[in-house]
């Protein structure tokens, strides 16, 4: 996952944490599937003039919400059962960066919604990632790949519009900083069985 240059790596150690419990693994992603759904709808909700866009996030609200239903169909077939939504504190962090960044402005605050959300697409898929190399479950190693796989080009769309209408703004010195508080965040992660706990 070179590609996301994130700047610390997911202990594969992780993965022995999430294993002693599957269901609570299990919920958790479902929940983040439903928030990424709905930041994608909010996007659209807040930048409706840009068609391109409003077209793109709702293909991917739409994806998220399959994934979500993949993972509940997953959690009903081994007799599990989806718990109460998980507050992720993760990504409460990011938001809080998020905030504190923007500047005011229309433009800031839009790059810098789509950095908060390539950066959670970065650091899930590389969660996917270490999931689908290390779990002992061949089913789930399976999954996790092919989720891994269609969710890597999100990043991508997120990152290219910050991009695109980002006018003014230094998106790639933007996407430093995001990588580098990122990593300050992510070291004290890594201790529960959730995707990003």
Not at 32 to 58: F, G, H, R, W
Not at 109 to 119: H, K, N, Q, T
Request: proline letters at 2%; a negative charge; aromatic letters at 10%.
């Amino acid at each position: 996952m070179s590609t996301f240059r994130l700047q610390l790596p997911t202990d594969p150690r992780w993965v022995n944490i999430v294993e002693t419990n599957i269901e609570e693994i299990l919920t958790d992603h479902a929940w983040c599937e439903q928030k990424a759904a709905t930041n994608a709808i909010t996007i659209v909700t807040i930048n409706s003039e840009y068609p391109d866009l409003v077209t793109d996030m709702l293909a991917l609200a739409k994806e998220e919400l399959e994934h979500f239903e993949m993972v509940h169909e997953i959690i009903k077939k081994r007799g599990l059962k989806l718990g109460r939504e998980r507050k992720d504190e993760y990504v409460g962090e990011l938001a809080q960066y998020m905030k504190q960044s923007n500047t005011g402005s229309r433009v800031s605050g839009f790059v810098e919604r789509m950095l908060f959300s390539a950066m959670i697409e970065a650091r899930s898929c590389e969660r996917f990632k270490v999931l689908s190399q290390n779990i002992e479950d061949p089913e789930l190693a399976a999954f996790y790949r092919e989720l891994m796989e269609s969710e890597a080009g999100h990043y991508t769309t997120f990152i290219g519009y910050a991009r695109k209408y980002g006018q003014g703004i230094d998106v790639e010195k933007r996407w430093r900083e995001w990588l580098e508080f990122e990593a300050s965040v992510i070291v004290k992660y890594g201790k529960k069985q959730t995707v990003h706990g």
